[in-house]
Each structure stands twice: as structure tokens, then as C-alpha cells.
DNA sequence: GGGGGATATTTCGTGTACGAAGTATTACGC
DNA sequence: GCGTAATACTTCGTACACGAAATATCCCCC
């Protein structure tokens, strides 16, 4: 019941396939896990420290362009900004170029906390990954990406399957 | 304090690099998401598919096996076993040899679901993973197994990070 | 064999996370 | 210009997800 429904050759390096999944997921929830005891470390959440590093370049950004930045919903995002709003990190100012946006920035507070982070959300997992040598790093990148494409094109067809 | 600690070269590699933290956040994220949609043809949520696929083959499992099991915690697992019995598809039962333990089992409705759904939630991920190429797999296999043992060994010794 | 520590689970409080529905504003078609 | 569709955001309801504290039970050792 295990057998593979498009590819001709016997995909018998299960345990591989098994490895990929394992190590993909632990490789994204050990990421989560390190951000969150960083922020935690300044009172930060994970994803609110994500808005703060997103923020500080740029000064503000529309709640869209920050769910968008962050990967959530802005039903989500709006929640994670009035949680910060209550704790004096940032602000929100209605745009005036368009009254239906509203744009998102750092108080004096968060400007000064944000400064005082120094480290990246993501630096453990790109720490580990500039390790790589420069072969392997080409290799892992070409295939996942190749991956990513795969299970984009499945996607957009999904697999009605009733049953 | 970035140095890498066994590759001499340096990297510059950035653009693989980052295409390799998007190719596995979107990996991750796909697959929840398509796990989730599948799930809802069952009227069921990803996790409580994920349980009730855990639970098919054995029977019962304690609560903390299929904590360790869908990777998350107790006291999360006992929300998800909660609405799970409120709709009548797993029922709880103390065990006789440790009656600290609760056992999960599927009830009769539940192993009927169970046996209806004929795709494994990590399908597609896998289907994809199939169609790689034998070196390939092997390749990123080998590559990913590595980067998740070095995250391994630096998260046992936190960095810590004074401000 | 009784007390103290370990273990299994639950409860509670907080914070994501999402979709559906609602509100306000802008853009479009004619 | 006016109605209608599209867009930006919020609100609401539900479901994770976690850590800390509480509860129940077991285990060990003196």
C-alpha cells in the first residue's frame, strides 16, 4: 500500500524519504523553538519579534505587506499588533493616501528595543546552513527548490479524491 | 561571532541560502496546509487526522506516546483528545497496570472514519519525495540529516546572549 | 511501610492561526 | 455620478500550542 503511484522506478530508499520529512520538520519547529526563547528574552513572542526586525529598516509598513512579510493571515497579524499596540512597541497611523490602510510603526520604545536585539530571527538555522560547503549548499538549494516547484504545480491541481 | 566553525571558504552563497530557508518554510507550511484541507473532507482538523492515523494500526496508545508521537505537548494533546471525544471518534480508558495512564482508543465510529480515509496526511509531501531521483534522495538525505544534527548540538548549549 | 521524589495527565492563562462575516473605503463600469 | 465590485482591515468563533501549576498515582529507599 506503500507503493509509489506515478514514478516507474521502485522508490526503495524509504528510510531517505523518511530522513527528508523527519529532518525538514525538525529543522522548522527547532527554529520556531530557538526564536522563541530569543524573543522571549526581551519579552517578545516569536512572530512579534519577526514584526520588530521587519519594522526597524523600514521604518513602517501596511498590515498587509506585514502579514505578507511574515506569512499569516491578517486576521492573525491583527491580533499580534494589537497585543504590541497594548504594549507600547508600535503604533498604528491610517494612511492617508488611502484611508483603508493602516500602517504599522515602531513607538520611541520599540525603536529602542529593536536596536537592542542583535541577533536574527533566523541566525541559528543560517548559521547552521553557512557551514555547508559551497557544493552542498548548491546541491540542497537546487533540489528543494525543485521540490517546492513540484508540490506548487500538485497543489494547484489538488487531488480531488472523494474517497 | 559568525564565523563558520568548519568550512574554510567562505560563503557568499547568499541567494542559496536563502532560497534554502523559503524552499523549507513553504515546504512545511504547504504541507500542513494540504494536510488540513484534506482533513476537512472528513470534518476533521490536521492534528486530529494525524491522531486517528496513529491510532488505526495500534489500537490504543497513551496520551503521552501520541504526544511524542504528533510532536507536541501533554497538555496540548489533551485539548485535542477532548474534541475528539466530544465527537464520539475516540473514547479515553485509565489503564489497569498505571492508573496514571490514560489510554486513547478509537471508538467504533472512529475506526469506520479511520478506515475510510484512504491517504496518508503526509501524502503529498511524499509523492513529491518519491520523484526525486535515487541520488538525489540520498543527497538530501544526507545533507538535511547533517544540518539537523549540527542544529542538534548547538541548541544543547544555548548561546547565551546577554543583550 | 511511609514519606519524598518522579511520572502521567489535566487545568489555566496567553498567544498564535485561520476562515467567515462585517465595516469602511476605493476603484470601476457605464 | 452612481451602483457594484474589489480591497484593507477588524471581529468573532474555533482549534491548536505552550508553560506553569495542580492532581493523582507510582516508585524507591530508609
Given at each position: 500500500m506503500n507503493r509509489p503511484a506515478s514514478s516507474a522506478e521502485p522508490v526503495e530508499a524509504s528510510e531517505d524519504l523518511d530522513a527528508i520529512v523527519e529532518a525538514i520538520v525538525f529543522l522548522y519547529t527547532e527554529s520556531r523553538r530557538v526564536t522563541k526563547g530569543l524573543a522571549g528574552r526581551y519579552g517578545l513572542t516569536g512572530p512579534q519579534l519577526a514584526v520588530i526586525k521587519m519594522l526597524e529598516p523600514v521604518g513602517k509598513l501596511s498590515l498587509s505587506e506585514l502579514s505578507w512579510k511574515i506569512r499569516a493571515r491578517n486576521s492573525t497579524v491583527t491580533g499580534i499588533i494589537d497585543r504590541m499596540e497594548r504594549e507600547g512597541w508600535v503604533e498604528r497611523r491610517r494612511s492617508e493616501?488611502?484611508?483603508?490602510v493602516v500602517h504599522i510603526a515602531l513607538t520611541a520604545r520599540g525603536k529602542r528595543l529593536a536596536s537592542s536585539i542583535?541577533?536574527?530571527?533566523?541566525t541559528l538555522f543560517r548559521r547552521v546552513l553557512a557551514e555547508l560547503s559551497e557544493r552542498d549548499a548548491r546541491e540542497l538549494s537546487r533540489i528543494l527548490t525543485r521540490l517546492a516547484r513540484r508540490v506548487r504545480e500538485l497543489v494547484v491541481d489538488l487531488p480531488e479524491e472523494g474517497t
Open positions: 493616501d488611502d484611508r483603508r542583535t541577533i536574527e530571527p533566523v
